[in-house]
C-alpha cells in the first residue's frame, strides 16, 4: 500500500513529528508537499505531506481523506529546510512549515484581484498630465495604480479617470506574473563598481560580502547584477531590513525595471500575500523586494539573493522559530545553486568573520560615488558642555550647524533612538519615578497625547501634576526621546519645517511613503527619527546629521552593544554628504574614549574588528561560539527563580558532554514585562559542538516545554 508521512498543523509537543497514514487509491492529486485532511483521533486534522512511500504496514492505519489544495503547497527543498530549521533552531517542526505557508494561504483567503491598465488605439493632443500619462502607458502596457503613482506622482489617478472615461485607456483583471520590462534608465558605475560587478558575474563564489562606505554604489552594484539574473530568466529576492526603505527601494528599482517588481512585508493585506505567493511560484523572471520573512517565498527559479544592510537586528526573528534571513538564505542558496550577497558599510561581526576566513568573497568598495567625500564628523563631549552651563539636549556645535545648515536652505536629520518626549518622571522632593505597574521598567512620557505608555506592554496613564507618594509638586520629566527633540527644534527654528520618524508616528506603508516622499522633495527641513532613519535612507539635500546622544546603546547589557553602537553611528553619520554639498556629522557623547565610538567617527570598519574580535574570542561568542538564551517565567517571582534553577541544574547535567558552558539562572535585565517575572540562563559551546548542542537542547525543550528558548539571540533584554 501507499503510506504517506504527515505532519500535522498544530505547534504541540505531541504532535512534533510525523503520522502514518494510508493514501487510498481513491484519493487523487495527494503528493509531497500536499496538504490534506486526515483524521486525528475523533476529529479531523490538516496536515502536510513530507513523504509517500510503498510499503507494507503491521497495523491497520488510517487514510487520508483528501487533498485541501489543487497543487502541492510546499516542494522538497522548503520541505528539507523546515527539517533543518527545526533541529538548528530547536523549534518544533509544524513552526517551521508555518513560517513557509501565509496566513491568508491557511485561512483559504482568495488572491487579491488587481487592475491593469493600457492604451487603446491612438491619441492626439497637447502636452497635459493626460497626455503624458497615455504615452507613459504606451511604453508601459499592464501598468498597475501603483506603478502608475510611483512614475507619475499622486496626479496620475485624475488623469486615468479621465482617460478611462474616454476610452483611450481600458481597465482589466489581470493577476498572473507579468514579464519584467527593462528601462533604459541607468548610472554608470564607476571603475571599483565595475570590478565588483563583473567578480560577482564571474561565478568564482556563491556567497559574497560586499562591503562598501556609506554612499558608495552600492545599490547599483546590485542593479547591474540583478539585470544579467532576470535577463537569463532567473528570479531575485531582495531583503531589506525596515518598511520604512520600502519607498526608496521600490523607486530605485521601478527606474530600472517595469512589472515583475513586488513588495513584499506585514503591511500588505492577506488577499495580496497570496497573489504574490502564487505568482512567485510560476517560472517567470521577478524581483520581490521583501521584510525578513521573504526567505521562505516558494521561488520556481530563484538564481540571487540579496541582504542589503546585513548588519540589521530585524533580520532575526526572536519567536519560535527564532532564525536568521542570513543563515536561512545561505542554505536555500547552497541548495538550489543560488548567488547570496550580504551588503553593508558595517557588516555583523559573523559575515566579516567569514570573508575574513574565506568562507565568503569579499568585496569592498572603498569611496563614494561621484568622488564626494565622507563627511566631516566632530566629536561633542556632552561633559564639557555640561561643565560650561549647557544643560539642553543640544551642543553649542550641533546648534552651530543646524543654523549654517538651515540659512542656506539645506537638510538636517537628527537622530536618537529613542522615542516619546521624556524617557521617565522623577519627583526631586522623594525620588520618586513612576513605573509600569505590569513591568519593571520606567514609564515614557508622550506630550502628543499628555499621557505615560509603557513601551514593553502598552500600558498607559495619564501624567500626574503631583507625585503619588508624596503629593509634592516637584515632579519633572528626565531624558529625551523624538517627542523632546522635535519640541526644541521647533522651539529654536520656528520656521524650520519638522517631521518626525518613529513607531509612533509611522504605522502603515503608507505614513512612510509620505514621509519619505515628503522630505525627498524638500516638503520639510528637519527629520528627527529612530534608528529607522539610520540606514539606507539616502536623502542629497541633507548636509547636517546630529546624533543627539551616541552613547545610548552603549550600556546595554548585551555582548552586542560596542557593535551596534558603532553600526549607528557609522549609518547614522553617512546620510549627510550624500548630494553635491559635503556633510557634516555632530556626535554628541559622555563616552568619547569608548572604541566603537572612536572607529565610527573614522568609519574604520578594519579597526572596530580588531578591537572586538579578541574580546568576542576570549570570551566565546559568536562568531567563535554559539549561544542558546532560555528564559523562565512566571506571575510568582519565587516560583520563577525556582524554576530556574530546577532548569539550569538539568542542562548541567545533560550538556556536560558537549563542554556546553551553563551560566544563571540571573533575574533578566528588564525583570518584570507583562506581570511576568523573569530569569534567564545562557548556554555557550564552541560553533564544532552547536549541532550536537541543538539536539540536546530538544530534549529539554520537551522536558520543560514551558521554558521560552531562543537559539543565537539577538535580544537580551
Keep these: 500500500m501507499k503510506i504517506a508521512e504527515v505532519v500535522i498543523d498544530r505547534v504541540v509537543r505531541g504532535l512534533d513529528r510525523t503520522l502514518s497514514y494510508e493514501l487510498p487509491l481513491s484519493v487523487r492529486g495527494v503528493e509531497v508537499g500536499s496538504r490534506v485532511r486526515v483524521p486525528l483521533g475523533s476529529a479531523k486534522a490538516i496536515g502536510i505531506v513530507l513523504r509517500i512511500d510503498e510499503r507494507s504496514s503491521d497495523r491497520v492505519l488510517k487514510p487520508i481523506i483528501g487533498p485541501v489544495d489543487s497543487t502541492p503547497l510546499l516542494g522538497p527543498e522548503m520541505i528539507e529546510l523546515a527539517q533543518w530549521m527545526a533541529e538548528y533552531y530547536v523549534c518544533y517542526l509544524p513552526q517551521a512549515i508555518r513560517a513557509m505557508i501565509p496566513r491568508g494561504i491557511r485561512r483559504g483567503v482568495a488572491p487579491a484581484t488587481r487592475w491593469h491598465y493600457r492604451v487603446e488605439g491612438h491619441r492626439a493632443g497637447r502636452n497635459s498630465a493626460k497626455q503624458s500619462l497615455w504615452r507613459w502607458l504606451a511604453e508601459n502596457p499592464l501598468a498597475t495604480i501603483e506603478e502608475i503613482r510611483q512614475a ?77 539574473v532576470l535577463r537569463d530568466g532567473g528570479q531575485v529576492l531582495v531583503l531589506i531590513p525596515e518598511i520604512a526603505l ?97 551588503g553593508s558599510a558595517t557588516p555583523s561581526l559573523e559575515s566579516g568573520w567569514a570573508a575574513r576566513q574565506g568562507q565568503f568573497g569579499w568585496l569592498r568598495l572603498p569611496s563614494r560615488v561621484l568622488d564626494r567625500r565622507l563627511p566631516e564628523v566632530q566629536i561633542v563631549d556632552m561633559r564639557e558642555e555640561l561643565e560650561g552651563g549647557n544643560r539642553g539636549i543640544f551642543s553649542q556645535t550641533l546648534l552651530d550647524a543646524i543654523d549654517e545648515a538651515l540659512a542656506h536652505g539645506h537638510q538636517v536629520l537628527l537622530f536618537l533612538n529613542r522615542r516619546g518626549f521624556s524617557t521617565f518622571i522623577l519627583c526631586r522632593a522623594c525620588g520618586q519615578t513612576l513605573d509600569c505597574p505590569h513591568c519593571a521598567v520606567t514609564l515614557t512620557y508622550h506630550q502628543d497625547h499628555d499621557r505615560l505608555l ?64 515628503t522630505f525627498l522633495t524638500g516638503g520639510a527641513d528637519v527629520l528627527v527619527g529612530t534608528q529607522m532613519i539610520a540606514k539606507g535612507m539616502d536623502f542629497p539635500r541633507v548636509t547636517v546629521v546630529g546624533i543627539v546622544a551616541a552613547d545610548m546603546s552603549l550600556h546595554f547589557p548585551d555582548f552586542r552593544s560596542g557593535e551596534r553602537t558603532f553600526q549607528l553611528l557609522v549609518q547614522a553619520g553617512g546620510r549627510a554628504g550624500r548630494g553635491e554639498v559635503a556633510g557634516r556629522v555632530v556626535v554628541q557623547t559622555y563616552n568619547p574614549e569608548h572604541y566603537a565610538i572612536q572607529q565610527a567617527v573614522s568609519q574604520d570598519v578594519d579597526c572596530f574588528f580588531e578591537e572586538e574580535l579578541p574580546l568576542r574570542q576570549e570570551l566565546s561568542y559568536p562568531p567563535y561560539g554559539a549561544l542558546w538564551l532560555l528564559e523562565v517565567d512566571d506571575l510568582n517571582m519565587e516560583r520563577a527563580a525556582g524554576r530556574a534553577g530546577e532548569v539550569a541544574a538539568y542542562l548541567t547535567e545533560i550538556l556536560g558532554e558537549v563542554g556546553a558552558q551553563v551560566m544563571g539562572p540571573t533575574p533578566a535585565p528588564l525583570l518584570k514585562i507583562r506581570n511576568h517575572f523573569r530569569y534567564h540562563i545562557l548556554v555557550k559551546v564552541e560553533v564544532a559542538s552547536k549541532s550536537a548542542t541543538a539536539h540536546l537542547l530538544a530534549g529539554v525543550r520537551d522536558q520543560y516545554p514551558d521554558v521560552r528558548l531562543t537559539t543565537d539571540p539577538y535580544m537580551m533584554l
Excluded: M
Design 152 to 228: 507619475i506622482g499622486d496626479k496620475a489617478a485624475t488623469a486615468l479617470r479621465s482617460l478611462v472615461a474616454e476610452g483611450t485607456v481600458v481597465s482589466e483583471h489581470y493577476d498572473g506574473p507579468r514579464p519584467v520590462h527593462f528601462n533604459a534608465r541607468r548610472y554608470p558605475l564607476n571603475p571599483d563598481q565595475v570590478a565588483v560587478v563583473e567578480e560577482i558575474l564571474a561565478g568564482t563564489q556563491n556567497r559574497w560580502l560586499l562591503e562598501g562606505v556609506t554612499g558608495s554604489g552600492k545599490t547599483e552594484v546590485y542593479l547591474d547584477v540583478i539585470e544579467k
Design 246 to 342: 520600502t519607498p526608496q527601494t521600490l523607486q530605485r528599482f521601478t527606474e530600472r525595471f517595469s512589472h515583475g517588481v513586488y513588495v513584499w512585508h506585514s503591511g500588505l493585506s492577506d488577499g495580496q500575500r497570496v497573489r504574490i505567493w502564487f505568482n512567485i511560484r510560476q517560472p517567470v523572471p521577478a524581483v520581490v523586494i521583501a521584510a525578513r520573512s521573504g526567505v521562505f517565498l516558494p521561488f520556481a527559479r530563484l538564481r540571487l539573493v540579496v541582504l542589503d544592510e546585513e548588519q540589521e537586528a530585524t533580520y532575526k526573528q526572536e519567536e519560535h522559530p527564532s532564525y536568521h534571513a542570513r543563515e536561512v538564505a545561505l542554505w536555500r542558496a547552497e541548495h538550489i545553486g543560488a548567488t547570496v550577497i550580504v
Design 454 to 517: 509603557c513601551h514593553y506592554c502598552d500600558y498607559t496613564g495619564s501624567a500626574p501634576a503631583v507625585c503619588p507618594k508624596c503629593q509634592s509638586p516637584k515632579i519633572r520629566h528626565f531624558g529625551a526621546g523624538t517627542e523632546r527633540v522635535v519640541a526644541e527644534v521647533e522651539k529654536r527654528w520656528p520656521e524650520a519645517r519638522v517631521v518626525r520618524a518613529d513607531r509612533d508616528t509611522l504605522k502603515t506603508r503608507d505614513s512612510y511613503e509620505k514621509l519619505y516622499q
